[in-house]
C-alpha cells in the first residue's frame, strides 16, 4: 500500500497550514490513478481538515476552537499544560479521506487540506496512505 510522509515545521503555537499542494505531489508519486486517499497525523496536538483557506475563515476557526474548548482549568494541563490543544484536537480529528480521480484528489472548488497546529511550534508529520489502481 503506497505510503508518503510529509514533514511540516510549524512556526506557532496555534497555525493554520495549507497542505493541499503537498499532498497532491505525495499522491502523484505514488503512481495511483483512482482510489481513496488518508491523510493523517500522527500526533495528539494538531488536526487535519477539509475547508476553505481564507485568511478570515482561518482565524474564525482558531477562534472556534480557542472559545469551545477554553485555555485552563482541564486536569491534563497538571501534565503539561496543553488540555486545551488536545481536546481542540479531538474535536476535529486526525484524518480525511478524500477521492482520487485520474491521479488528482478530488476536492471542491474552494476545499483545501488544512493542517491545524494547536500546540506548537513543532516538527509535525503527515501520512499520506493511497489504495487503488
Ligand atoms: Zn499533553
Known amino acids: 500500500m503506497p505510503v508518503e510522509h510529509l514533514q511540516i515545521s ?26 481513496l486517499v488518508c491523510v493523517s497525523v500522527p500526533h495528539c496536538t494538531c488536526t487535519v481538515y477539509v475547508n476553505e483557506n481564507e485568511s478570515g475563515l482561518v482565524s474564525d476557526t482558531l477562534k472556534l476552537l480557542s472559545q469551545i474548548t477554553g485555555t485552563t482549568g482541564w486536569q491534563h494541563d497538571r501534565i503539561d499544560d496543553n488540555a486545551a490543544a488536545h481536546l481542540a ?21 474552494w476545499q483545501r487540506i488544512m493542517l491545524a ?15 487503488g489502481a
Open 117 to 131: 497546529e494547536l500546540d506548537g511550534p513543532r516538527n509535525r508529520r503527515v501520512t499520506v496512505t493511497v489504495v
Open 10 to 35: 510549524t512556526r506557532q503555537r496555534r497555525e493554520i497550514i495549507d497542505i493541499t499542494a503537498r499532498v497532491a505531489d505525495a499522491v502523484a508519486a505514488t503512481g495511483i490513478r483512482d482510489g
Open 89 to 109: 484536537a479531538s474535536l476535529v480529528g486526525n484524518a480525511v479521506l478524500l477521492p482520487v480521480s485520474g491521479g488528482k484528489v478530488e476536492l471542491g472548488t
